[in-house]
């Protein structure tokens, strides 16, 4: 399984108030149904959120009930849900097609997620299929260039493919860069992904540069979350692990653990690989005790991803707010 590095960047620029789609963006309907969606996911009434998604598409509204299950399908990956997220991303293509060309531009944003949720459930042939479904579309805009050179490069990577990888994942930050995204959080993330591309390779140095570069977009843009500054903390803490730094390691994990131990539902998946990593690091640096500790708190993490069942309502609103 993947690591989840940066399905920061699931989180793309198609949400529901900037889709760009008329008829869909601004339209009172879509921002009702993400509302009453939102309301019921904080309730736990996944039936609610079924019947609601079910009456907007018999209203004519198949495009609204598309974009606010490709949000729902984004919050489950980055919860570690990644059935969960595959679902709704094949809910959200199908409701899409009702309105849309099977290569319009809106589907990119679930075909990406579809792709990166199958991936992560292993199953690589599938991914492969989102992905070719992705480049056969016609990108509207240099971001949307850049998902799909980001989701191609991620596939590639775990092929152990590294110079076509580093291609895409080159190609998808130059799109970011004609684009004048260097500040956000997306780009700090695509760096991230990259600093770990270059650290799988042994290529240290390069790694180094790259996370520091993440990690300062990331601390200062506005739209960056704490499980963007959580992940690339991570990822510079398994680097100084790497080399064998592990008092630099220790300080990083400690601090990824602080953050993640403030999000209101820390995905055990997640949390699992940082106090495993900070206990190696406590007893590297002989603080066998503390490292007792994290390890039995580590144990006692449910096994399987997203087993806590909780989508955080705070993230749903957040998604459809931004950009």
Aim: net charge neutral; glycine share 6%.
């Amino acid at each position: 399984m993947a690591v989840l590095l940066s399905t920061r960047v699931a989180a793309w620029p198609h949400t529901i108030q900037s889709a760009g789609v008329s008829g869909t963006g601004d339209h009172p309907e879509c921002k009702e149904l993400e509302h009453g969606v939102a309301h019921a996911v904080a309730a736990g009434e996944s039936q609610a959120v079924d019947a609601l998604l079910a009456a907007a598409s018999l209203r004519g509204r198949s495009t609204c009930a598309g974009l606010v299950l490709a949000q729902l399908a984004d919050i489950a990956l980055m919860s570690g849900r990644f059935d969960d997220s595959g679902r709704f991303a094949e809910r959200s293509i199908k409701a899409l097609e009702i309105e849309y060309r099977a290569d319009d531009p809106i589907l990119l944003r679930p075909l990406h997620l579809l792709a990166l949720a199958r991936f992560e459930l292993g199953e690589k042939a599938k991914s492969r299929q989102a992905i070719r479904r992705m480049q056969e579309i016609q990108t509207s805009g240099p971001l949307d260039a850049a998902m799909v050179h980001y989701t191609a490069a991620i596939l590639l990577q775990q092929e152990e493919k590294f110079r076509e990888a580093e291609a895409e994942l080159l190609t998808a930050l130059g799109a970011c860069e004609k684009a004048s995204s260097t500040a956000s959080a997306d780009y700090g993330a695509m760096l991230t992904t990259l600093g770990e591309f270059y650290a799988r390779q042994h290529r240290y140095a390069d790694a180094g540069i790259t996370f520091d570069r993440a990690a300062a977009i990331i601390a200062a843009a506005p739209d960056a979350t704490l499980t963007d500054r959580i992940t690339v903390q991570t990822s510079q803490a398994k680097l100084y692990a790497s080399q064998g730094q592990w008092r630099e390691a220790e300080m990083k994990f400690r601090q990824a653990l602080e953050m993640t131990d403030r999000l209101p539902h820390a995905d055990p998946l997640i949390l699992r690989r940082i106090l495993t990593g900070f206990a190696i690091a406590l007893r590297k640096t002989h603080q066998s005790r503390e490292a007792r500790a994290i390890e039995a708190r580590a144990s006692a993490l449910p096994h399987s991803p997203g087993a806590n069942g909780v989508v955080d309502i705070t993230e749903f609103r957040q998604k459809g707010a931004k950009r």
